[in-house]
């Protein structure tokens, strides 16, 4: 080995963000071992790998001894007339080191070697990809849609390869292969066979991410997701807070136009989202949680239970129950109140 060893490892650290002196090391490591394989245990060597010219150097490394008495194991051991011919300066108890033909260092030993760091760069490659992904959890990625599979999708996320399960989905939705479709990215699990990525597109936090990318006030932190229930592909609740008087949190959620919620809207394949003012009032949240329901009146019935009735205009009753009792159902789930809703009676 020599010099375009090195050039080839800068290459590989340039391409694939694998660390130059963790190869080095790990090829010290795998040619140890191979040499061990090659001429047995007799050999206690060193291997070194010149970081600048990239020669091997081979070490034999003897314990010095003043004498043999009680000495069963003679291996890696050398008494002391004998080390100093390798090294004059020692003394008894040091270790001394010496060089060893490389030509002993024999072919098969060499494909050994070679088999070995094989394997450790692909760990290396392994944790590099590992390293490059775990800071994405809790964020927004890019899928590319590869194929489907029996319960979901194949996708392919920057350079690694994961799935997406259908009760991961929006329910009923269907992709094509070669579809680039957003994804959550749940967390980033380091595994034996590489960095696993769990996606996702049916939690509330997906929402919450999807909101971060299109609102920089809501990503600063200016404005704040202090609540959100959702129904995967029917709806979602969400009560924002702003922390700056000045910023109308609702508005800048929406945008000019509906420009960031419409980007939001067609991610999410129809699925209706509610945007509306947070309340440290439950009264008034309550209220606004039933949107777009006019509430005539919130009646506590049970502070300590949680429980409040809701008057609505008769007319608005089917409106603030929702289909299937989703609008209903999706307050409560955000409130942390039981709400029963009745028409007010003239």
Request: glycine fraction near 6%; proline fraction near 3%; charged fraction near 30%.
């Amino acid at each position: 080995m020599n010099v375009h060893l090195i050039e080839a490892l800068e290459q590989l650290q340039e391409e694939k963000g694998i660390s130059k002196e963790e190869t080095l090391i790990a090829l010290e490591t795998a040619l140890r071992t191979a040499y061990k394989k090659a001429f047995g245990n007799e050999e206690n060597v060193e291997i070194h790998i010149d970081r600048l010219s990239g020669e091997i150097s081979i070490l034999q490394v003897f314990e010095v001894l003043e004498k043999w008495d009680d000495v069963e194991d003679r291996e890696g051991k050398l008494l002391l007339e004998d080390a100093r011919k390798i090294d004059h300066l020692c003394s008894v108890g040091d270790t001394v080191r010496q060089k060893v033909n490389t030509k002993k260092f024999n072919r098969i030993a060499a494909q050994v070697g070679k088999q070995v760091l094989v394997q450790k760069i692909r760990e290396l490659e392994k944790d590099s990809l590992f390293q490059q992904y775990k800071d994405l959890a809790g964020g927004i990625a890019t899928a590319e849609v590869m194929r489907s599979i029996p319960d979901g999708y194949e996708i392919r996320i920057g350079k690694l390869n994961t799935m997406i399960r259908s009760e991961h989905m929006i329910p009923g939705e269907r992709f094509r292969n070669g579809e680039l479709i957003k994804v959550l990215i749940e967390h980033v699990e380091k595994k034996t066979r590489g960095a696993i990525i769990k996606a996702d597109r049916s939690s509330p936090a997906f929402v919450v991410a999807l909101l971060k990318k299109e609102v920089p006030e809501l990503e600063e932190g200016v404005i704040e997701v202090k609540a959100i229930a959702r129904e995967p592909g029917i709806r979602s609740k969400i009560a924002i807070h702003s922390h700056n008087m000045q910023i109308d949190p609702v508005g800048s959620c929406v945008g000019e136009n509906s420009s960031r919620v419409s980007s939001i809207l067609r991610e999410l394949k129809g699925e209706k989202v509610d945007i509306f003012p947070w309340s440290d009032e439950i009264v008034t949240l309550i209220k606004n949680a039933l949107a777009p329901t006019s509430v005539v009146e919130v009646e506590i019935v049970d502070e300590e239970n949680r429980i409040a009735r809701i008057w609505v205009p008769p007319t608005q009753l089917s409106l603030a129950i929702g289909k299937g009792g989703q609008n209903a159902r999706l307050a409560a789930k955000l409130t942390s109140w039981k709400i029963d809703i009745k028409p007010v009676l003239e």
